[in-house]
Protein backbone atom coordinates (compact mmCIF):
# COMPACT_ATOMS: atom_id res chain seq x y z
CA UNK A 1 0.00 0.00 0.00
CA UNK A 2 1.24 3.44 -0.39
CA UNK A 3 2.88 4.55 2.26
CA UNK A 4 1.16 8.16 2.04
CA UNK A 5 -2.03 6.70 2.50
CA UNK A 6 -1.02 4.45 5.01
CA UNK A 7 0.33 7.89 7.30
CA UNK A 8 -2.78 9.81 6.25
CA UNK A 9 -5.00 6.83 7.82
CA UNK A 10 -2.90 6.45 11.05
CA UNK A 11 -2.95 10.48 11.37
CA UNK A 12 -7.27 10.34 11.13
CA UNK A 13 -7.41 7.94 12.91
CA UNK A 14 -5.62 9.57 16.07
CA UNK A 15 -7.40 13.00 14.60
CA UNK A 16 -10.77 11.23 14.85
CA UNK A 17 -10.29 9.86 18.62
CA UNK A 18 -9.45 13.38 19.88
CA UNK A 19 -12.03 14.73 18.32
CA UNK A 20 -14.84 12.22 19.66
CA UNK A 21 -13.56 12.98 22.99
CA UNK A 22 -14.07 16.87 22.50
CA UNK A 23 -17.28 16.64 21.29
CA UNK A 24 -18.50 14.47 23.83
CA UNK A 25 -17.11 16.36 26.74
CA UNK A 26 -17.54 20.01 25.35
CA UNK A 27 -20.53 20.36 22.83
CA UNK A 28 -22.61 17.35 23.07
CA UNK A 29 -23.16 16.49 19.33
CA UNK A 30 -24.43 19.76 18.56
CA UNK A 31 -21.54 20.93 15.62
CA UNK A 32 -23.36 21.86 13.19
CA UNK A 33 -27.18 21.54 14.22
CA UNK A 34 -27.03 25.37 14.02
CA UNK A 35 -27.52 25.21 10.30
CA UNK A 36 -29.93 22.35 9.78
CA UNK A 37 -33.04 23.53 8.58
CA UNK A 38 -36.32 21.75 9.73
CA UNK A 39 -39.90 22.35 8.56
CA UNK A 40 -42.65 23.15 11.49
CA UNK A 41 -45.20 20.70 11.31
CA UNK A 42 -44.76 17.69 13.51
CA UNK A 43 -44.75 14.35 11.51
CA UNK A 44 -44.08 11.75 14.26
CA UNK A 45 -41.74 10.28 17.31
CA UNK A 46 -38.27 8.37 16.73
CA UNK A 47 -35.44 7.03 19.01
CA UNK A 48 -32.94 9.62 19.77
CA UNK A 49 -29.37 9.18 18.32
CA UNK A 50 -25.95 10.93 18.86
CA UNK A 51 -26.18 14.23 17.08
CA UNK A 52 -29.48 14.61 17.54
CA UNK A 53 -30.97 18.20 18.27
CA UNK A 54 -31.62 17.54 22.01
CA UNK A 55 -33.79 20.45 22.01
CA UNK A 56 -36.46 17.90 20.38
CA UNK A 57 -36.75 15.33 22.86
CA UNK A 58 -40.43 14.35 23.88
CA UNK A 59 -39.76 14.64 27.71
CA UNK A 60 -43.26 12.61 28.28
CA UNK A 61 -42.62 9.49 25.65
CA UNK A 62 -38.99 9.80 26.85
CA UNK A 63 -40.16 8.87 30.55
CA UNK A 64 -42.93 6.46 29.84
CA UNK A 65 -40.42 4.34 27.67
CA UNK A 66 -37.77 5.00 29.53
CA UNK A 67 -35.24 5.66 26.73
CA UNK A 68 -34.81 8.80 24.55
CA UNK A 69 -37.17 9.84 21.58
CA UNK A 70 -37.24 13.15 19.58
CA UNK A 71 -39.85 14.87 18.02
CA UNK A 72 -39.13 14.42 14.32
CA UNK A 73 -40.35 17.61 11.96
CA UNK A 74 -41.80 16.96 8.29
CA UNK A 75 -39.05 18.40 5.52
CA UNK A 76 -36.44 17.65 7.77
CA UNK A 77 -32.80 17.83 6.02
CA UNK A 78 -29.74 16.70 6.28
CA UNK A 79 -27.08 18.75 6.29
CA UNK A 80 -25.10 18.88 3.29
CA UNK A 81 -21.75 19.87 3.78
CA UNK A 82 -19.23 21.25 1.06
CA UNK A 83 -15.56 21.57 1.43
CA UNK A 84 -13.46 23.78 -0.67
CA UNK A 85 -9.96 23.54 -0.61
CA UNK A 86 -7.96 25.96 -2.59
CA UNK A 87 -4.55 24.49 -2.58
CA UNK A 88 -2.30 27.49 -3.69
CA UNK A 89 1.83 27.50 -3.89
CA UNK A 90 1.66 29.98 -0.91
CA UNK A 91 0.05 27.38 1.80
CA UNK A 92 3.56 25.46 1.17
CA UNK A 93 5.08 28.26 2.83
CA UNK A 94 6.63 27.70 7.01
CA UNK A 95 8.93 28.72 9.28
CA UNK A 96 8.29 26.87 11.73
CA UNK A 97 7.84 22.89 11.94
CA UNK A 98 4.85 22.26 9.93
CA UNK A 99 3.74 24.56 6.37
CA UNK A 100 0.67 26.50 6.38
CA UNK A 101 -0.80 23.52 3.74
CA UNK A 102 -0.51 20.84 6.20
CA UNK A 103 -2.63 22.45 9.23
CA UNK A 104 -5.13 23.66 6.90
CA UNK A 105 -5.40 20.28 5.27
CA UNK A 106 -5.81 18.97 9.15
CA UNK A 107 -8.15 21.86 9.57
CA UNK A 108 -10.28 20.13 6.33
CA UNK A 109 -10.01 16.30 7.75
CA UNK A 110 -11.11 17.56 11.17
CA UNK A 111 -14.51 19.04 9.08
CA UNK A 112 -15.16 15.80 7.12
CA UNK A 113 -14.87 13.91 10.53
CA UNK A 114 -16.91 16.04 12.20
CA UNK A 115 -19.72 15.69 9.10
CA UNK A 116 -19.39 11.77 9.27
CA UNK A 117 -20.20 12.06 13.51
CA UNK A 118 -23.01 14.23 12.22
CA UNK A 119 -24.12 11.93 9.83
CA UNK A 120 -24.15 14.87 7.43
CA UNK A 121 -23.58 14.28 3.65
CA UNK A 122 -19.86 15.79 2.61
CA UNK A 123 -18.72 16.90 -1.10
CA UNK A 124 -14.92 17.85 -1.32
CA UNK A 125 -13.73 20.09 -4.25
CA UNK A 126 -10.09 20.05 -4.20
CA UNK A 127 -8.44 23.39 -6.73
CA UNK A 128 -4.85 23.50 -7.69
CA UNK A 129 -3.44 25.18 -10.23
CA UNK A 130 -4.60 24.12 -13.65
CA UNK A 131 -7.28 22.08 -12.49
CA UNK A 132 -9.67 20.39 -9.31
CA UNK A 133 -10.61 17.10 -8.28
CA UNK A 134 -14.27 17.25 -7.11
CA UNK A 135 -15.48 14.09 -4.82
CA UNK A 136 -19.28 13.57 -5.18
CA UNK A 137 -21.39 13.66 -2.03
CA UNK A 138 -20.81 11.03 0.36
CA UNK A 139 -21.91 9.98 3.72
CA UNK A 140 -21.19 7.80 6.42
CA UNK A 141 -17.94 6.92 8.54
CA UNK A 142 -16.67 4.62 5.84
CA UNK A 143 -16.88 6.52 2.85
CA UNK A 144 -15.91 10.27 4.54
CA UNK A 145 -13.13 7.95 6.19
CA UNK A 146 -11.45 6.77 2.66
CA UNK A 147 -12.21 10.61 1.29
CA UNK A 148 -10.20 12.14 3.38
CA UNK A 149 -7.31 9.48 3.35
CA UNK A 150 -7.31 9.91 -0.50
CA UNK A 151 -7.37 13.91 0.54
CA UNK A 152 -4.44 13.83 3.05
CA UNK A 153 -2.32 11.76 0.66
CA UNK A 154 -2.49 13.99 -1.89
CA UNK A 155 1.04 15.59 -3.49
CA UNK A 156 1.29 19.11 -2.88
CA UNK A 157 1.45 21.11 -6.36
CA UNK A 158 4.71 21.62 -7.98
CA UNK A 159 6.26 24.38 -7.08
CA UNK A 160 7.43 25.13 -10.88
CA UNK A 161 3.60 24.70 -12.03
CA UNK A 162 2.91 28.18 -13.46
CA UNK A 163 -0.77 28.33 -13.85
CA UNK A 164 -3.04 29.97 -12.03
CA UNK A 165 -5.32 28.26 -9.11
CA UNK A 166 -8.41 27.81 -11.11
CA UNK A 167 -11.24 27.66 -8.78
CA UNK A 168 -14.62 26.78 -9.93
CA UNK A 169 -16.64 29.29 -8.53
CA UNK A 170 -19.43 29.14 -11.51
CA UNK A 171 -20.18 25.43 -10.66
CA UNK A 172 -19.58 25.89 -6.88
CA UNK A 173 -22.71 28.36 -7.25
CA UNK A 174 -24.50 25.45 -8.08
CA UNK A 175 -23.38 22.62 -6.44
CA UNK A 176 -24.85 21.46 -3.77
CA UNK A 177 -28.61 22.69 -2.28
CA UNK A 178 -29.66 25.82 -1.04
CA UNK A 179 -28.92 26.62 2.58
CA UNK A 180 -26.20 24.06 2.53
CA UNK A 181 -23.05 25.28 4.54
CA UNK A 182 -20.11 25.33 2.33
CA UNK A 183 -16.08 26.05 3.70
CA UNK A 184 -13.82 27.64 2.19
CA UNK A 185 -9.96 26.64 3.23
CA UNK A 186 -7.45 28.68 1.98
CA UNK A 187 -4.95 31.77 2.33
CA UNK A 188 -7.68 34.09 1.07
CA UNK A 189 -5.09 36.79 -0.72
CA UNK A 190 -5.46 40.12 -1.77
CA UNK A 191 -7.64 39.25 -5.15
CA UNK A 192 -10.77 40.40 -7.14
CA UNK A 193 -14.06 39.13 -5.18
CA UNK A 194 -15.01 35.85 -7.91
CA UNK A 195 -18.29 37.04 -9.66
CA UNK A 196 -20.51 34.37 -8.58
CA UNK A 197 -19.74 35.36 -4.87
CA UNK A 198 -23.23 37.00 -4.89
CA UNK A 199 -25.14 34.40 -5.52
CA UNK A 200 -22.99 32.07 -3.64
CA UNK A 201 -23.87 34.05 -0.30
CA UNK A 202 -27.62 34.06 -1.64
CA UNK A 203 -27.39 29.98 -1.33
CA UNK A 204 -25.27 28.55 1.25
CA UNK A 205 -23.82 30.33 4.23
CA UNK A 206 -20.58 30.69 4.25
CA UNK A 207 -17.36 30.17 6.56
CA UNK A 208 -13.45 30.51 5.59
CA UNK A 209 -10.69 28.86 7.45
CA UNK A 210 -7.51 30.61 6.60
CA UNK A 211 -3.93 29.55 8.13
CA UNK A 212 -1.34 32.44 8.58
CA UNK A 213 2.69 32.20 9.46
CA UNK A 214 3.64 33.85 11.94
CA UNK A 215 6.15 35.68 9.96
CA UNK A 216 3.05 36.82 7.70
CA UNK A 217 1.40 38.25 10.59
CA UNK A 218 4.27 40.41 11.63
CA UNK A 219 8.59 40.26 10.15
CA UNK A 220 10.31 38.92 12.59
CA UNK A 221 13.49 40.17 14.48
CA UNK A 222 14.94 43.44 13.40
CA UNK A 223 17.85 42.13 10.62
CA UNK A 224 17.39 40.94 7.36
CA UNK A 225 16.49 36.87 6.73
CA UNK A 226 15.93 35.06 3.34
CA UNK A 227 13.64 32.98 2.79
CA UNK A 228 12.02 31.23 0.15
CA UNK A 229 8.69 32.52 -1.50
CA UNK A 230 6.80 29.53 -3.09
CA UNK A 231 4.43 31.46 -4.98
CA UNK A 232 7.65 33.39 -7.03
CA UNK A 233 9.58 29.93 -6.38
CA UNK A 234 12.63 32.27 -5.73
CA UNK A 235 14.56 32.89 -2.73
CA UNK A 236 14.11 36.88 -1.10
CA UNK A 237 15.50 38.92 1.33
CA UNK A 238 13.10 41.04 3.76
CA UNK A 239 14.35 43.44 5.85
CA UNK A 240 12.46 44.43 8.60
CA UNK A 241 14.06 47.62 9.57
CA UNK A 242 13.31 48.91 6.26
CA UNK A 243 10.31 51.45 5.82
CA UNK A 244 9.87 50.47 2.25
CA UNK A 245 9.52 46.56 3.45
CA UNK A 246 7.52 47.31 6.51
CA UNK A 247 4.95 49.19 4.41
CA UNK A 248 4.72 46.51 1.79
CA UNK A 249 3.98 44.06 4.73
CA UNK A 250 1.78 46.45 6.49
CA UNK A 251 -0.80 47.12 2.81
CA UNK A 252 -0.50 43.31 2.21
CA UNK A 253 -2.45 42.54 5.27
CA UNK A 254 -4.85 44.96 5.21
CA UNK A 255 -5.72 44.14 1.63
CA UNK A 256 -6.00 40.40 2.75
CA UNK A 257 -7.96 40.89 5.61
CA UNK A 258 -10.52 43.20 3.30
CA UNK A 259 -11.23 40.94 1.28
CA UNK A 260 -11.57 38.22 3.99
CA UNK A 261 -14.04 40.38 5.53
CA UNK A 262 -15.66 40.96 1.83
CA UNK A 263 -16.22 37.35 0.80
CA UNK A 264 -17.16 36.21 4.55
CA UNK A 265 -18.88 39.38 6.23
CA UNK A 266 -19.57 37.88 9.61
CA UNK A 267 -16.59 37.85 11.86
CA UNK A 268 -17.73 34.47 13.63
CA UNK A 269 -18.04 32.83 10.07
CA UNK A 270 -14.20 33.25 9.75
CA UNK A 271 -11.58 31.00 11.28
CA UNK A 272 -7.67 31.50 11.45
CA UNK A 273 -5.33 30.06 12.94
CA UNK A 274 -1.14 29.50 12.86
CA UNK A 275 0.50 25.88 11.99
CA UNK A 276 1.07 25.23 15.86
CA UNK A 277 -2.12 25.71 17.05
CA UNK A 278 -4.05 22.60 18.00
CA UNK A 279 -6.60 22.60 15.34
CA UNK A 280 -9.12 20.11 17.13
CA UNK A 281 -8.87 23.39 19.41
CA UNK A 282 -9.50 25.80 17.43
CA UNK A 283 -12.15 23.91 15.76
CA UNK A 284 -14.27 23.39 18.84
CA UNK A 285 -14.03 27.01 19.81
CA UNK A 286 -15.14 28.08 16.25
CA UNK A 287 -18.01 26.04 16.35
CA UNK A 288 -18.96 26.65 20.58
CA UNK A 289 -18.90 30.04 19.72
CA UNK A 290 -21.45 29.61 16.50
CA UNK A 291 -23.98 27.80 18.61
CA UNK A 292 -24.97 31.31 20.46
CA UNK A 293 -24.90 33.44 17.71
CA UNK A 294 -26.37 31.26 15.12
CA UNK A 295 -29.51 30.38 17.50
CA UNK A 296 -30.08 33.81 18.48
Known sequence: ??????????????????????????????????????GMEFDQVVKYEFGDDIRDIDWNVTARLGEP???????????????VIEDS??????????????????????????????????????????GYTLTERVRGRGSVFRTATELLARPAPDLTDTRPLTTPWDYIATAAPNHSMMIVLGDFPPRI???PWPHIMQRYR??????EDPWERELPGDRPITTYDPTTNRVVVIDPRSKVHRH???????????????MIPRANDRLVV???????????HFFHAHMGTAIA
Request: a positive charge; hydrophobic letters at 45%.
Open 206 to 211: PVGFRV
Open 69 to 83: FRKKFIEERELVVLL
Open 1 to 38: MNPRVVSSANLLRRLEWKLEHQVENHLIGEYFSIYRGR
Open 89 to 130: LSLQFGSGARTKREALFELAALVMLLASLNRDSLSVLHAQPG
Open 274 to 284: TPDESMVDALV
Open 193 to 195: VPK
Open 248 to 262: AHAEWIAQREANFAH
